[in-house]
């Protein structure tokens, strides 16, 4: 299915070797700090439901999920085995890499959310996972985006490298809207101030963005 969302220029990488390659070895690390994992998680609180089935999407080692909320079904899905192995929180999960395949190995209406943490940024077929997303998801469930200014620059594609915050979020919110399927997308923009002294030592806070969207029905 062809993807119109970006150009051929806006989908290259700096390394354009096959992904499985740069992912091959795992990074069992946290890439955001404290306070977005936190945030993260107040935002799954908010729009996750008991019993939920959920699926996370590139994921690795850990899923940011309340650990009070007992939720259903678990899936997860990300490059690197050994880290989704390490995910406590999975009781499934399937290595894939979306963009040689986009499509995903999943019945439809299979779930409530699919989320994607820290991870959109390397998606060169936005369109086509989404509306594969769109596709698992259930009449009313919800996908929620998240990511923060890191990433590996190497993988991570034109358009995202060369846009600031706000025009990453434009962008995801360009995502959901090439798939019919969703409503309107909500954007979160957070970007703690961090006093001039602060900012001349270094360690300012990761700042949070975010859009989630629910499927029509």
């Not at 990074?27 to 935002?43: A, K």
């Not at 499934?92 to 979306?98: K, P």
């Not at 993988?155 to 995502?175: D, F, H, M, N």
Request: net charge negative.
């Amino acid at each position: 299915m062809p993807d119109f969302v970006l150009t051929e220029k806006e989908r290259t990488q700096q390394d354009d070797r096959p992904d499985r390659t740069f992912y091959r070895e795992p990074r069992l690390v946290q890439h955001v700090d404290e306070q977005f994992r936190e945030r993260l998680t107040d935002l799954y609180r908010e729009h996750l439901g008991a019993g939920d089935d959920v699926l996370d999407l590139m994921s690795s080692w850990v899923s940011h999920l309340p650990d009070e909320l007992g939720l259903g079904r678990v899936a997860g899905h990300g490059m690197n085995e050994e880290e989704l192995a390490a995910n406590d929180r999975l009781a499934e999960y399937f290595v894939q890499d979306l963009n040689e395949t986009p499509g995903l190995p999943l019945e439809t209406g299979a779930f409530d959310a699919v989320l994607c943490a820290v991870s959109v940024q390397y998606l060169r077929h936005p369109g086509q996972v989404f509306a594969e997303v769109a596709r698992v998801l259930r009449p009313g469930g919800i996908l929620i985006v998240s990511f923060s200014n890191r990433m590996f620059a190497q993988k991570a594609i034109r358009a995202w490298r060369t846009a600031s915050g706000p025009g990453r979020l434009q962008l995801v919110e360009r995502y959901f809207e090439s798939v019919e399927a969703f409503q309107k997308p909500t954007t979160v923009s957070e970007n703690p101030f961090v006093p001039p002294t602060r900012r001349f030592m270094g360690g300012a806070p990761d700042p949070f963005y975010a859009a989630h969207a629910r499927t029509q029905g």
